[in-house]
T-cell receptor
Framework: KAGVTQTPRYLIKTRGQQVTLSCSPISGHRSVSWYQQTPGQGLQFLFE???????NKGNFPGRFSGRQFSNSRSEMNVSTLELGDSALYLC??????????????FGPGTRLLVL | DQQVKQNSPSLSVQEGRISILNCDYT??????FLWYKKYPAEGPTFLISISSIKDKNEDGRFTVFLNKSAKHLSLHIVPSQPGDSAVYFC????????????FGTGTSLTVIP
């Protein structure tokens, strides 16, 4: 079974630009979560989508947004990029079974560098 | 507010010995706990999980212990191997309320040959 895939793997942008990252979950997984990882900060939760609806949201500004499509693929968008947005962005997919979220499986991440 | 904490940023262990990685949490609603391993430039890889109805779960060289009264969990790796050198993250979720997963800041394990 194919794992979680993320594209692109690397991105370089300049301040003020916007960026869109893509995530394809494991087949059969309807939940997709996004995380930001920066050195010393661990994994900071951005949001989770399930069946095209945002189910949970972390404490990030409105410049960070996402969506999910009917095939469970998800995109994350960051507008008006700032230097502090440089990070590894990770996507994770999971199943929900009997009302419980099962284990999350991660993609390889997208490394974003903002200059 | 960091609900899941890993207070040791790094740990060094000799090959063949036991590695013990610790994790503390503050939310008493958490009922599902996981450990992930992460190599540089890769996404975290799921290692082992435990639900709050258990206090121990084993999978090969990896054992997770849960002490609910102390709000503490630990990952034991026995015997440690050089390939275990990576960053280890613990995560927790209050599954019953449909919450997100909360992650610790990670512990970098170095296994010395």
């Amino acid at each position: 079974k194919a794992g979680v895939t993320q594209t692109p793997r690397y991105l370089i942008k300049t301040r003020g630009q916007q960026v869109t990252l893509s995530c394809s979950p494991i087949s059969g997984h309807r939940s997709v979560s996004w995380y930001q990882q920066t050195p010393g900060q661990g994994l900071q939760f951005l949001f989770e989508y399930f069946s095209e609806t945002q189910r949970n949201k972390g404490n990030f500004p409105g410049r960070f947004s996402g969506r999910q499509f009917s095939n469970s693929r998800s995109e994350m968008n960051v507008s008006t990029l700032e230097l502090g947005d440089s990070a590894l962005y990770l996507c994770a997919s999971s199943r929900w079974t009997a009302g419980y979220q099962e284990t999350q499986y991660f993609g390889p991440g997208t490394r974003l560098l903002v200059l | 507010d960091q609900q899941v904490k890993q207070n040791s940023p790094s740990l060094s262990v000799q090959e063949g010995r036991i590695s013990i990685l610790n994790c503390d949490y503050t939310n008493s609603m958490f009922d599902y706990f996981l450990w992930y391993k992460k190599y540089p430039a890769e996404g975290p890889t799921f290692l082992i999980s435990i639900s709050s109805i258990k206090d121990k779960n084993e999978d090969g060289r990896f054992t997770v212990f849960l002490n609910k009264s102390a709000k503490h969990l630990s990952l034991h790796i026995v015997p440690s191997q050089p390939g275990d050198s990576a960053v280890y993250f613990c995560a927790a979720s209050a599954r019953i309320v449909g919450n997100q997963f909360y992650f610790g800041t990670g512990t970098s394990l170095t296994v010395i040959p």
